[in-house]
Nanobody, 127 residues
């Protein structure tokens, strides 16, 4: 069974950086797409970025363009979300999610596009 474990969250001041990790197990060599999502207090969960085993990537959130990047280490089955220029509005619980059997990222960040979810890691940005 696929399991996803996020790490790397924490508290930073505005303008700071964090790198989140999503360690995946149970992929069994399958093609995959892994996306990062976030949910701020009182708001709906939104897609951030996605990367696939076919080296496809998709940005779901205009608000993070130029600040967040996604990468993967296939040998470690780990996907990273590098966040720079953090703003207070980036405060949220960040989740990674996976869908198997595909080499491309889902075009939309609809939740049903992803079958497996991690427990999330909190990111807090203070002004």
């Amino acid at each position: 069974e696929v399991q996803l474990v996020e790490s790397g969250g924490g508290s930073v001041q505005a303008g700071g950086s964090l790198r989140l990790s999503c360690a995946a197990s149970g992929l069994n060599g399958d093609d995959y797409a892994i996306g990062w999502f976030r949910q701020a207090p009182g708001k709906e969960r939104e897609g951030v970025l996605c990367i696939s085993s076919g080296d496809d990537s998709t940005n779901y959130a205009d608000s993070v363009k130029g600040r967040f990047t996604i990468s993967s280490d296939n040998a470690k089955n780990t996907v990273y979300l590098q966040m720079t220029g953090l703003k207070p509005e980036d405060t949220a619980v960040y989740y990674c999610a996976a869908t198997l059997g595909t080499k491309i990222c889902p075009l939309s960040a609809d939740f049903f596009e992803y079958d497996y979810w991690g427990q999330g890691t909190q990111v807090t940005v203070s002004s």
